[in-house]
Nanobody, 124 residues
Framework: QVHPVESGGGSVQAGGSLRLSCVHS????????VGWFRQATGKEREGVAA???????TYLDSVKGRFTISRDNAKSTTYLQMNRLEPEDTAIYYC??????????????????WGQGTQVTVSS
């Protein structure tokens, strides 16, 4: 099993930056793929970025060029660097993981393990 734990959320003004971290400890023998998702109030959860064990990554169109996903496999940690934040980025951000580490996906159904979420609030 994998146990994702997020950190790094907070409140910033539009144009600011935040870096989220996800420690996905547990099964260190299998390659783990990780996705970042977000859910704003009254909206469905959406995939923001995902990365596989070999660091191939994909992004939601609206965050391309602003967000960067990366990982440190030695630390079992995945990061989401968020720059030029917009009020529309306000949401609870979740880290998700699967032991099928050879691919990435922005679909929530691909992932088996979820963190508790961290709040990101961007004010205008």
């Amino acid at each position: 099993q994998v146990h994702p734990v997020e950190s790094g959320g907070g409140s910033v003004q539009a144009g600011g930056s935040l870096r989220l971290s996800c420690v996905h400890s547990g099964n260190t023998k299998s390659a783990v793929s990780v996705g970042w998702f977000r859910q704003a109030t009254g909206k469905e959860r959406e995939g923001v970025a995902a990365i596989d064990y070999d660091r191939s990554a994909t992004y939601l169109d609206s965050v391309k060029g602003r967000f960067t996903i990366s990982r440190d496999n030695a630390k079992s940690t995945t990061y989401l660097q968020m720059n030029r934040l917009e009020p529309e980025d306000t949401a609870i951000y979740y880290c998700a993981a699967t032991e099928s580490g050879n691919w990435w996906s922005l679909k929530s159904s691909y992932y088996d393990y979820w963190g508790q979420g961290t709040q990101v609030t961007v004010s205008s």
